[in-house]
């Protein structure tokens, strides 16, 4: 879909939208039953550092073959 920005964009945000609606009662079960307040929380600060780290590798489409900027 790169000649169809906004599409690629609608999609992705809608997917995550659904993701977060059905993980979020699951975090909320963690946080009541399962462990602590303060665990969860723990966990969704360590989510985008988490992720950060995995997907900093990748390059976007329009930027292949451009020399990486330090």
Known sequence: MPSRIGTAGGVVLGLT???GGLLSPRLG???DDATSLRMALTLLIAMPVLS????????APWM???????
């Open 64 to 70: 292949a073959g451009r020399p990486v900027r330090a």
């Open 52 to 59: 950060r780290l995995l997907f900093r590798g990748l390059d």
């Open 17 to 19: 939208v659904s993701v």
């Open 29 to 31: 079960h963690l946080a």
